[in-house]
Nanobody, 114 residues
Framework: QVQLVESGGGLVQPGGSLRLSCVAS????????MSWYRQSLGKERELVATISSSGSATTYADSVKDRFTISRDNAKNTVYLQMNSLKPEDTAVYYC???????WGRGTQVTVSS
């Protein structure tokens, strides 16, 4: 069955960095456009970044542009989100997904606080 398993979240101070990983199985990962979403308490889920199946094209939310980098390793069925210069407003549960197929992981909590 389809599985998306996120990891790498945690507590980090403002200005710090984290790298999230999402390992996929149960579908042809190398053909799937992958996305990271996040959801903060009391807010709607928002798109953070998307990467094409080959990794050649990426898009970002304005709020994370120049701070976050999405990448993928198709040999490892893994998509990454490198997050630098983290801010308290980046605190959220981060999910990886294949949005067009409705595949979602369970998420990983990122908390940015001093």
């Amino acid at each position: 069955q389809v599985q998306l398993v996120e990891s790498g979240g945690g507590l980090v101070q403002p200005g710090g960095s984290l790298r999230l990983s999402c390992v996929a199985s149960g579908f042809t990962f190398s053909l799937a456009r992958m996305s990271w979403y996040r959801q903060s308490l009391g807010k709607e889920r928002e798109l953070v970044a998307t990467i094409s199946s080959s990794g050649s094209a990426t898009t970002y939310a304005d709020s994370v542009k120049d701070r976050f980098t999405i990448s993928r390793d198709n040999a490892k069925n893994t998509v990454y989100l490198q997050m630098n210069s983290l801010k308290p407003e980046d605190t959220a549960v981060y999910y990886c997904c294949v949005i067009v197929r409705g595949y979602w992981g369970r998420g990983t909590q990122v908390t940015v606080s001093s």
